[in-house]
């Protein structure tokens, strides 16, 4: 299973020029390997595969001063670019390709085989030609807060990010056998409450769903302003300015959902649980009633990586991972088992004439855990559901 870890690091002023240089070199390199792929659009309308690509790049001035890997990875990364715009022009006519890099942004390097990991310490080794024109044959950085993985780095990955240098780490890394604990516990996701749980003992715990939120609306807000001063600014649909916005929401939102699916984890470790019950993400939009706009929210958000993030962290657990059909979880009374669309009441509460009045989405979280047992004929009673804790998401503030 693969892990992927993020560690910043400080580079000597010394360091920080050859990174630099690395970075524009991969600008410049992106954009000569544009160029060629628009000119041929132009004559052919067909665009060249990236081994093409790589084949006609081998000996570029920019090519070789970078490690061969990283040279590719640029490639690689252009390619997927406009594979993305081919798949985007099906639908809207006004798609533009991929757009060149300003000179001075520093592009993302990809290292493969020409890194090494070695304690707390990173090596990057590189090319012949760099060697050469600069005396410098690799640069090594110790790296902030090392995680020491159990596993072994596969690919990493340095970008320039907001003033920082950061490395992210691809390790390939074991999974846990499972722990074969009794408990079991089902995780709702949503809206407004991004996670849910109710375990068999009772316990649960709602993960506020707030902080991304305002993370959602804050980009939204800005990103509209942004297009409209560009379309009359610059007759522009889409800016850099745009992108980039979209992938700080994406990199927050990203932190919210990692931070979140840690905790789950984490109290599923505490209450002793050897399974965990997901509502099947296929189901999800059909069985929740949601109209369509929150359903382009939920599918903005990325609930299938919620999902896919707490199966992959309960994995290195060693705690197994279930789906149930979410099919009337939300509509059924967890207590006299009536099902009642109209009974999902605003404000979180769920209300039902047997005189069951709870948070909606423990009620939800409770039917999903009893469908589970169900389905698999356990027979367990759940312990009576006690108050929820509330769980937020602190020291989030987008910008
Ligand atoms: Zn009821």
């Not at 360091?15 to 060629?36: F, P």
């Not at 993305?84 to 993302?108: I, Q, V």
């Not at 780095?153 to 722990?179: A, R």
């Amino acid at each position: 299973m693969k892990l992927v870890v993020k560690y910043r690091i400080n580079p000597t002023p010394e360091e920080s020029e050859v990174l630099q240089k690395l970075g524009t070199y991969a600008t410049k390199l992106y954009n000569t390997d544009n160029y060629i792929r628009r000119e041929e659009w132009a004559k052919t309308g067909k665009i060249p595969n990236w081994y093409k690509q790589k084949k006609r790049l081998k000996n570029n001035h920019w090519y070789k001063l970078l490690p061969s890997q990283t040279a590719q990875g640029v490639i690689k990364s252009l390619q997927d670019a406009y594979n993305s715009w081919f798949k985007l022009r099906k639908t809207d006519e006004d798609a533009g390709p991929p757009m060149f890099r300003k000179n001075n942004r520093l592009s993302p390097l990809t290292f493969y085989q020409q890194f090494v990991i070695e304690g707390d310490v990173i090596t990057f080794r590189m090319s012949k030609k760099f060697r050469k024109e600069t005396g410098v044959d690799r640069i090594s950085f110790k790296v902030n807060k090392w995680r020491g993985i159990e596993g072994i780095p596969k690919m990493c990955n340095i970008i320039f990010q907001d003033g920082k240098w950061i490395v992210h780490v691809v390790y390939e890394v074991p999974e846990k056998p499972l722990n074969n604990n009794p408990e079991i516990m089902a995780v709702d996701v949503g809206i407004v409450n991004l996670a849910t749980t109710v375990d068999t003992n009772g316990n649960s715990t709602i993960y506020s769903g707030k902080g991304a939120l305002s993370v959602q609306h804050y980009f939204n807000k800005e990103i509209v302003k942004v297009q409209s001063k560009t379309k009359k600014q610059h007759n522009k649909k889409w800016s850099n300015t745009l992108s980039r916005m979209c992938e700080k929401k994406k990199r927050q939102t990203n932190q919210i959902i990692h931070t979140v699916t840690k905790e789950v984890i984490k109290e599923a470790q505490r209450n002793g649980v050897g399974t965990i019950v997901v509502g099947d993400v296929k189901n999800i939009r059909k069985g929740k009633h949601w109209n369509k706009k929150a359903s382009q929210k939920l599918h903005s958000w990325g609930f299938a990586k919620l999902i896919s993030q707490i199966e992959y962290k309960a994995k290195l657990s060693g705690i197994q991972v279930k789906k149930v059909s979410e099919r009337d979880t939300s509509k059924t009374c967890s207590i006299c088992g009536m099902v009642k669309a109209s009974n999902r009441k605003h404000r979180g509460l769920y209300v039902c004439e047997c005189g069951n009045k709870m948070n909606a989405d423990v009620n939800g979280g409770v039917n999903l855990l009893k469908k589970y047992l169900r389905e698999n004929n356990i027979s367990r009673s759940i312990g009576s559901v006690v108050e929820p804790s509330i769980w937020r998401c602190v020291n989030v503030i987008p910008s």
